[in-house]
């Protein structure tokens, strides 16, 4: 099973620390602006931040541990997540498209996602992020080409009886 890149725990970190500093801000104002409260907004403000910043950071790290994929002969399987394990499957014969995805921030850091979108409803959809960019593009082809593979061959098979 691959890994993600060890970057992108630069990437979760970063937005588990602004989340921490919005809402500390937020706390900070909202101590500062009522008057039945008698806690300094500096300390509610700083403490909101530190606990949140705090379990923002572990759940960062621990999503990076947790976070695994494999692509394999007939699917693509993706096992994560810290409280809720998720193991998804997805065979190639329901991949519709395959996209590689480089924000900003990820572009800055060398990293992309890559984006499944498969047949069937709404959102179905499965997205590998923190690839190295390289990597990511190495993912999307070797996606492509075996999502084509898999395709039913033309003939009889869509007709109906």
């Keep these: 099973m691959e890994r993600l890149d060890a970057r992108v725990r630069v990437l979760w970190l970063a937005r588990a620390f602004v ?8 706390a900070f104002f909202l ?11 500096l300390l509610a403000g700083g403490t909101v931040f530190a606990v949140l910043a705090l379990l923002g950071g572990v ?3 621990l999503r990076y541990r947790a976070w695994r994929f494999e692509v394999r002969e007939d699917t693509l399987y993706i096992e994560r997540g810290v409280l809720v394990t998720v193991r998804t499957v997805v065979p190639y014969v329901r991949v519709q498209h395959v996209d590689a ?19 069937g409803s709404r959102g179905a959809d499965v997205s590998i ?8 593009d190495d993912v999307q082809e070797t996606l492509r080409r075996l999502a084509i593979e898999s395709e039913p061959d033309s003939g009889d098979a869509g007709d109906a009886v």
């Design 59 to 61: 759940h960062a790290l």
């Design 129 to 136: 992020p923190g690839l190295a960019a390289d990597r990511a």
């Design 31 to 41: 101590v500062s602006n009522v008057d039945r409260i008698d806690v300094s907004p």
């Design 101 to 119: 995805r480089r924000g900003p921030i990820q572009r800055l850091l060398g990293l992309s996602s890559v984006v499944v979108y498969t047949a």
């Design 19 to 26: 989340f921490a500093a919005v809402v500390a801000l937020g």
